[in-house]
């Protein structure tokens, strides 16, 4: 495994609240990338990194935000959650030229009440 | 921005039959075509890709072939076991692209 960790893996919280979601990884890769999943829409990208401190938006990047102060580290940051937030969130790096070979991470499922 | 759009949503075969989910995107700047296996309540797991310099690629019981003029990609599983079962993703890219864009998903069953 490229040794990618998630955390957490669950969360509940209530709208209106920030929610911060990390991704470590442990291969010193430059590119990594926040999706979510959800059903009939399959994975969109919602924020990515090509290095430390350099981060761009994706499709769906709308109500968060991310940031990368070390190389292993990407956090996803819901500013004041919402119940259109109430996903599966996916780190990802990339093992190849920037955006291919993806490998994820096990997953967040984050449910917002 | 890309548009993927994958078909059928939903397939059962045999166990030993093979299966075929069809893909196709919009954008004819995309050139790096992956697909993702997922398993119930796992990661999506890269299975095979092919870039648009290729027509057709093969590992073992899996193939992928492109046709560029028509902007579809097929992902082909011969001799279907049990463990095929999952949840696959196609996607597209193109080079330097920020972004891989995903079909909405092809359950595949297979029946033992």
């Known amino acids: 495994d490229a040794g990618i960790t998630q955390s957490p893996r669950h969360k509940v919280t209530e709208t209106g609240t920030p929610v911060t979601l990390r991704c470590h990884q442990t291969?010193?890769?430059?590119?990594m990338y926040w999706y979510r999943q959800d059903p009939g829409h399959g994975l969109r990208l919602i924020h990515y990194?090509?290095?430390?401190?350099?981060?761009d938006k994706g499709e769906v990047s709308d109500g968060y935000s991310v940031s990368r102060s070390k190389t292993e580290d990407f956090l996803l940051t819901l500013e004041s959650a919402t119940s259109s937030q109430t996903s599966v969130y996916f780190c990802a790096i990339s093992e190849g030229r920037e955006s291919e070979k993806l490998f994820f991470g096990s997953g967040t499922q984050l449910s917002v009440l | 921005g890309e548009n993927v759009e994958q078909h059928p949503s939903t397939l059962s075969v045999q166990e030993g039959d093979s299966a075929v989910i069809k893909c196709t995107y919009s954008d004819s700047a995309s050139n790096y075509f992956p697909w993702y296996k997922q398993e119930l309540g796992k990661r999506p797991q890269l299975i095979i890709d092919?870039?648009?310099?290729?027509g057709e690629k093969k590992d073992q019981r899996i193939a992928v072939t492109l046709n560029k003029t028509a902007k579809h990609f097929s992902l082909h599983i011969t001799e279907t076991q049990p463990e095929d079962s999952a949840v696959y993703f196609c996607?597209?890219?193109?080079?330097?692209?920020?972004?891989?864009?995903f079909g909405t998903g092809t359950r595949l069953t297979v029946i033992p």
């Open positions: 996607a597209a890219s193109s080079a330097g692209a920020n972004n891989l864009f």
């Open positions: 990194s090509y290095g430390v401190k350099d981060t």
């Open positions: 291969e010193n890769h430059r590119y």
């Open positions: 092919i870039r648009s310099n290729v």
